[in-house]
């Protein structure tokens, strides 16, 4: 798949398995984020791509068709899993989509987790207003999206 990691030969290939390698191919510390951890999430974008954080500060390449993350705001940056591949938290997930995603599907997003009982209302307008003024995209984004 990439550079030191290796799938079994006729392994079915999905989106999940190329997530996880992209994931291993990036060293300790990653973890699927932005529009790749939506979809591991089971949120429906119109368009995702192979993105990880990595914590590894090196400069090491990136694997080809992975885009790599490697930010200065690590609030809020703990971990999750979701079917064995290590993934952003789902409140860490929201703040990072509306740096790639368009407003309606970052509404969609909070939408879904909201139903699905992943995520309190409270929980994400107290996540955006730590991260808000931080120079992050979320910032365009009004925290009105989110009723109180």
């Known amino acids: 798949m990439h550079s030191g990691v290796a799938r079994a030969a006729g392994a079915p290939i999905n989106d999940g398995q190329r997530i996880l390698g992209s994931v291993l191919a990036c060293g300790g510390g990653t973890v699927a984020s932005h529009s790749a951890a939506a979809r591991v999430w089971g949120l429906q974008l119109p368009r995702w791509r192979l993105e ?3 914590a590894q500060r090196d400069s090491r390449r990136a694997p080809a068709g992975v885009l790599v993350h490697r930010p200065s705001d690590r609030v809020d940056l703990w971990p999750a899993r979701r079917g064995g591949i290590p993934v952003t938290n789902p409140l860490r997930l929201l703040v990072d989509l509306g740096a790639v995603v368009p407003l309606g599907s970052l509404e969609a997003a909070l939408d879904q987790f909201v139903v699905a009982g992943t ?13 808000a003024g931080r120079g992050r995209a979320v910032a365009h984004h009004p925290r009105s999206m989110v009723p109180r």
Do not use: G, K
């Open 52 to 54: 990880v954080i990595s």
């Open 119 to 131: 995520v309190d209302v409270a929980a994400v307008r107290t996540t955006l207003d730590r991260h």
